[in-house]
Every structure is written in C-alpha cells, then in structure tokens.
C-alpha cells in the first residue's frame, strides 16, 4: 500500500506565502516524477508544476517566478513553495507521485488527499 499525505494549506491574504508538503509512505521501491495540482470549483483539475527524478523542473505559466517546487527523494517528500499568492490561486492542490513499488513492478501514478488553498482579496 502506497498513501500519499499532504500538510501545509490553508487561508492567507493576497500576496502572502504558503508552503505545501506531500508525503509518500509504504511499499517504495522508487519514485519518479513528483507533482502538484490544483482544481478550483467548477474548473478541471490543471498541473501547477512537477519535477523529475533528475530535479528539472515545470511550471504552469500563471506560477512562473511565484511557485517553486522541490523534492527530498530522501524523505520522499515533495514541496512546493508558494509566494505573492492571488485569489485565483484558490484551489483544492493535490500532489502527485510516479511510484514504483517493487524492482520488476510497474510505474503507477498515486494521488495525496488534496489540501485547500484559500487566498482572500
């Protein structure tokens, strides 16, 4: 079994920060590309950013130069530093995780519970 536990959301003015943690726990053998998302109501679920095995790193346009992702492949946890917050931020943000959990098995994707972002005008 494989859980993913999110920590780190919750409301904050306009312009200010947040810092989102993501958690893997269980039977790992290796993890690959690490992510976060977001869905705000009414919208699709979109991907605000991900970072390889390798430490490259995306970013949805509206995060460039705000959101930092990061990953500690030690404590298998993913990080994603938020700053200059706006409302349209506001979202339910999910990580993601490409997790192999044996040496022969296959890569499959696994999902955090989601966390809640509120950003107030």
């Known amino acids: 079994q494989v859980q993913l536990v999110e920590s780190g959301g919750g409301l904050v003015q306009a312009g200010g920060s947040l810092r989102l943690s993501c958690a893997a726990s269980?039977?790992?053998?290796?993890?690959?590309?690490m992510g976060w998302y977001r869905q705000a109501p009414g919208k699709q679920r979109e991907l605000v950013a991900a970072i390889t095995s390798g430490g490259n790193t995306d970013y949805a346009d509206s995060v460039k130069g705000r959101f930092t992702i990061s990953r500690d492949n030690a404590l298998k946890t993913v990080y994603l530093q938020m700053n200059s917050l706006k409302p349209e931020d506001t979202a339910v943000y999910y990580c993601?995780?490409?997790?192999?959990?044996?040496?022969?098995?296959?890569?499959?994707?696994?999902w955090g519970q989601g966390t809640q972002v509120t950003v107030s005008s």
């Open positions: 269980g039977s790992i053998f290796s993890i690959n590309a």
């Open positions: 993601n995780m490409n997790i192999r959990r044996t040496y022969y098995g296959k890569w499959n994707d696994y």
